[in-house]
């Protein structure tokens, strides 16, 4: 008896047109990540439990793919920031700083497996991290990495949302709630889904009075143009240190993120954006396809002020992105969102006619020599079944080859979206231009 | 007190230059597949025990990367065969035959950990699944694609080396050794590395008479230029269909091997390799490059009658390689044999010496607009210091932009390697034309 052919529940595996789409996209984001200058990094998935569940508990660590072999207590990477930090610290002393790396990789966490939810997923990171110190303006680079990959996915109604830290956390200490910062942020990072009047309510729960939840709903309600809400900031004259070096740091990374060519239409500040409530420290970002908020944020990040704490002395500061490329992709699919550049891997395929395959292989191989991806139907079948072949694979181009075409020396190249054809000789060059790449 | 920052033994992770090269290999590997038309494919890395582990027992069984998760029992793959297997059979409907399929992926086996051993490794391999039948002229197809790869990773002097099975097998049953075929087969492929004479003792072990030792050895013996070898195999004149029909694949195979622009110098008849000894029935290959043969076979793979039977009915047969990458790139890079045709990503590294930012962040915009990988130093440190990051990371040009630069409207590219310095303004395709891409 036959063993049921599966696959693991949570678990993507796509049928050949959108695995070409899914390269394609995975292309599109490393290419930026490498136009900006990082480095490719590539990290073992297995790793000591000890070395890479650094934070304790938690709905993380009960995700976590873990088991022994042997004697070795092992876990699979659950994200690319700790394998990132267990790196830098093991090879400080042969990195150069900033180092700028990016990393594409599969990550694994057992969730409950539910539909778009994913327990194997890519994601795309890259960080920029500093030896000691790292500049501000290093935090405005990264949303323009961003813009040009949302840009080369076919995208222009985006938003990139940027907030800071120290603006939240100087607030909270002006209004004499610094222990409950962390709390009051929890909060507020939930108004899109519960809206103005739960948040009040929970504020209230904290232990907030009427007036500091005034304070505190006023200033999350801060409108305008990304200008005027920085003017509206300063206007509130909070003196407290930390949110006067958070406003000092937004208006930096707002005047660099212009300069790095970002346009005014692609970002905003959004104060209500906190994420990941122990971790993040200065700017932080989420990204937003304006016409599919369903979709959540599609890349998201910000700035922390020591990377690798758990494994090293040395202070590592860095700034950050990634993007959840397998989630990403699904939505976009299923949505109809992405469409791909080609829907094949071979540009031509050469159907043989002949007994002898001399000819048809000899075109192929000169094809590819010319960097012009061919392929040969290889097996003897009739034509109508080798025409439907190169249909059903979305292969753009068809030369059919039998005697007559080698008699005369003199073959038809087949469009076979608009089922033109055009006679030309085996010349590669004729070719290539006939179907012209 | 900090946790160690390691990494398990037997997985690789490179340095950024090391990585830089690593990538390269693959890419170089990836495209030519591509230009062959193979589709691409990832399956997951986890698959279900009971889907995965076909085959019983044995040595890879214990080397499996096994465990629970809640009620479910997972092993890591340990190829990508098995799960190529698995895929074909489940998307049998939907797939396009002859399927042609390459993957590039992290396979694990829990090997004893030694020096150039890894429990984690890439394996890029392509295949060609046939509905029912395949071809022999497939057989022929996948050496240019193995020729392809080596010469692109800069390698002339390597040789593919292919046998048949059924030739093989055709002479012990003319033999009348069918039932030691295995064993002999298994002794024979021995012979590179304990020598002939071991060999002739181990089948006198066996039960063979001195007779048919001699016609064994007689056999495997067999020199000359592929031509010659196919003459002699020939001259034998063996009386069993079974070697008949290895020959003529064999001889099939050789011819179309030359039309698909395999030079004579690259292959070879092995008659002593055997491979894997139940998975291939047909056409088998190995490939070594012969100034080095301490580094085994680079590229393996051959003829099976059947992908799928674990899974399905239906008779998938098929051809194909695989390249285990990780133990390749090792060795070559510890004999220093591969050289990366760049050792940076960033093409220009732009370092600002002003206060103001813009001028430069502006530069870097525009180039990288332009397709050029830019990288700005964004940190205030002495221009010696930068000066150094760029040669640490062997960034081949830098544009210093300072304030007479930003006044004169003139700057210098300066090529790293040479030290020479080009004046010029800050357009665009003049900069370009500095760097010469």
Known sequence: MNTEPRTLPGFMELLPNEQILFEQMKQKIEKAYQRFGF???????????????????????????????????????????????????????????????????????????????????????????????????????????????F???????????????????????????????????????????????????????????QKQIMQVMEFIAIEGSTDEKIEKLQKLEIKNEVFQTGLEELKQVVKYIRLFGVPDINFKIDLTIARGLDYYTGTVYETFLNDYPEIGSVCSGGRYE??????????????????GLTRLFYKLNEMELI??????????????????????????????????????????????????????LKIPYVIVIGEDEIQSNQLKVKNMQTGNETQTTFEIEEIIKQIGS
């Open 306 to 323: 020591n990377l690798a704490g758990y494994y090293t002395d040395k202070k590592l500061p860095g700034v950050g992105i990634s993007i």
């Open 39 to 149: 480095l490719p990094l590539d990290t073992p998935v297995l790793e000591l439990s000890e070395v890479l569940l650094t934070k304790s508990g938690g709905e993380t660590e009960k995700q976590i793919y873990r088991f022994n072999k042997g004697d070795t207590d092992i876990s699979m990477r659950f994200d690319l920031t700790v394998p990132l930090a267990k790196y830098v610290a093991k090879n400080y002393g042969n990195l150069s700083f900033p180092f700028r790396r990016y990393q594409i990789g599969k990550v694994y966490r057992g969730e409950r497996a539910q539909k778009g939810r994913f327990r194997e997923f890519y994601q795309c990171d890259i960080d920029i991290i500093g030896d000691g110190e790292l500049d501000i303006v290093n935090d405005a680079e990264i949303p323009s990495v961003i813009y040009t990959i």
């Open 339 to 392: 469409k791909a550049t080609k829907y094949s891997m071979a540009d031509i395929l050469i159907i043989p006619m002949v007994e002898d395959l001399s000819k048809p292989i000899e075109l192929a191989s000169n094809l590819r020599k010319a960097g012009i991806s061919t392929e040969v139907y290889l097996n003897d079948k009739k034509l109508k079944t080798k025409l439907k072949y190169a249909d059903k």
């Open 151 to 209: 840009k080369d996915l076919g995208f222009d109604d985006f938003t990139i949302c940027m907030n800071n830290r120290k603006i939240l956390n100087g607030i909270f200490e002006s209004l004499n709630q610094k222990e409950n910062a962390t709390s009051i942020l929890r909060i507020i990072d939930k108004i899109a889904k519960i809206g103005k009047e739960k948040v009040e309510k929970e504020l209230q729960e904290l232990g907030l009075n």
